[in-house]
């Protein structure tokens, strides 16, 4: 079986080292290639795939002969549903991935369909900001319409603050479009729902920990196997299927979900990044990157495999500053029996990006035990510590 996929965001190693075990064989469009993932697959296309400039008859001749059509970027969703639709396979449907690319378009489609939300404003220039705050709404979100890895996503107390952070937020967005929403107490969380013909067959919770100098970088994700989606979630999520219209497609849903009822907060048609597909495969024995080839191909999905713990999580470094080394593993991981996996994302002699995206982190720490997660937590953060101290970034605070 053949799969074409149409762009792919860094750290989606596993989708690829994944499909090859399952024996398929990969075809990588992508102008980008962030992940350098042309030496993973059996043919790559260095042909641009972003939705707002790709040649989508061009790539649905590339696609011919293909048995699937699936995308790992956020900015190609719309360009591989629409070649999907065009062959005739299976996809999320070219509607829902309009709506996933916009974050003014799902709260309108959530409108429509009674799906609690925060209350929201399109913004496309200062007026905008000031008729939002001129209602009393004091502290809120503002962040671009259209983009992803919670770039340029701030927290502002007030119209001022708002005024001032409007330029970076419309900067980083396609269409220089950004939405500012009455900010909700209380952590988030996402839902991954495996979606075939419009009807959720699994599903599964992973809790986030947010923070950093805009309010909303990711810091942390924890998968625990007794911490499943209970009747509201799932009602959540077969209501937001039904107002997108998806058809089949991995859904990564964020809300916050420790209210009376869940509100949604944003939603995409893709499996959920910052290895949050590994966390669920471990402790679930779900693979979402198999579900997303299965879903894409036509194939009948595989049984659930083995659970190896009963929690897993990830932990980011936030650090500022120039690393001065480059940090191998093991200086890390002595001691740490919980912890697997643990990585510098940064080199040395390189100085770590503004922290206003999470692609600005500089590390991070994979674990995951049988039962005592308060040991796990602990062990993550020495971890994710001690790997910026050796990297001469020690981690912000």
């Known amino acids: 079986m053949r799969l074409f996929v149409i762009g792919a965001d860094p750290r989606r190693e596993r989708a690829f080292s994944t499909w090859l075990r399952a024996g398929l064989s990969v075809t990588l469009a992508d102008g980008v290639t962030a992940g350098c993932f042309e030496h993973a697959v059996d043919r790559f296309h260095p042909v641009e795939v972003r939705d707002e400039r790709a040649d989508v008859e061009s790539l649905v001749r590339m696609a011919a002969g293909h048995d699937g059509v699936i995308a790992l970027a956020e900015g190609s969703l719309v360009t591989a549903a629409t070649v999907a639709r065009e062959l005739g396979l299976p996809g999320p449907g070219v509607g829902a991935a309009r709506i996933a690319r916009s974050k003014i378009r799902q709260r309108e489609a959530g409108e429509r ?90 599903s599964s919770v992973t809790r986030k920990q947010t923070g950093g100098p805009t309010g909303f970088l990711e810091l942390a994700h924890t998968t625990d196997r007794a911490d499943r989606p209970d009747t509201a979630v799932n009602a959540l999520v077969r209501d937001l299927i039904a107002a997108w219209r998806v058809e089949s497609a991995i859904l990564h849903v964020e809300a916050k979900l420790d209210g009376d009822r869940p509100v949604l907060l944003e939603a995409t048609v893709r499996p959920g990044g910052d290895y949050i597909t590994e966390l669920v495969s471990v402790v679930h024995g779900r693979d979402l990157y198999l579900d997303q080839a299965h879903l894409a191909l036509g194939q009948p999905l595989a049984p659930d495999g083995p659970a190896r713990a009963q929690r897993a999580e990830v932990r980011f470094l936030l650090a500022s500053g120039t690393v001065r080394r480059n940090v191998a593993p093991v200086e890390v991981l002595d001691g740490l029996t919980d912890v697997k996996i643990v990585r510098q994302l940064v080199p040395a002699g390189s100085r770590i990006p503004p922290l206003t995206a999470n692609w600005a982190r500089a590390g991070y720490a994979i674990g995951w035990s049988a039962d005592d997660g308060e040991s796990l937590t602990g062990q993550l953060r020495a971890a994710v510590s001690d790997l910026g101290k050796l990297m001469g970034t020690p981690e912000l605070t």
């Open 113 to 202: 369909h009674g799906l609690t939300g925060p209350r929201h404003a399109a913004v496309t220039g200062p007026d905008d900001l000031v008729r939002f705050f001129a209602a009393g709404v004091q502290a809120a979100v503002l962040k671009p319409a259209d983009a992803s890895a919670s770039a340029s996503v701030f927290a502002v107390q007030g119209v001022e603050e708002a005024l001032d952070r409007w330029p970076q937020v419309r900067a980083i967005s396609p269409s220089r479009t950004g939405i500012v929403e009455e900010y909700l107490p209380g952590a988030e969380a996402s839902v991954e729902a495996v979606v075939r013909d419009g009807e959720t067959v699994f």
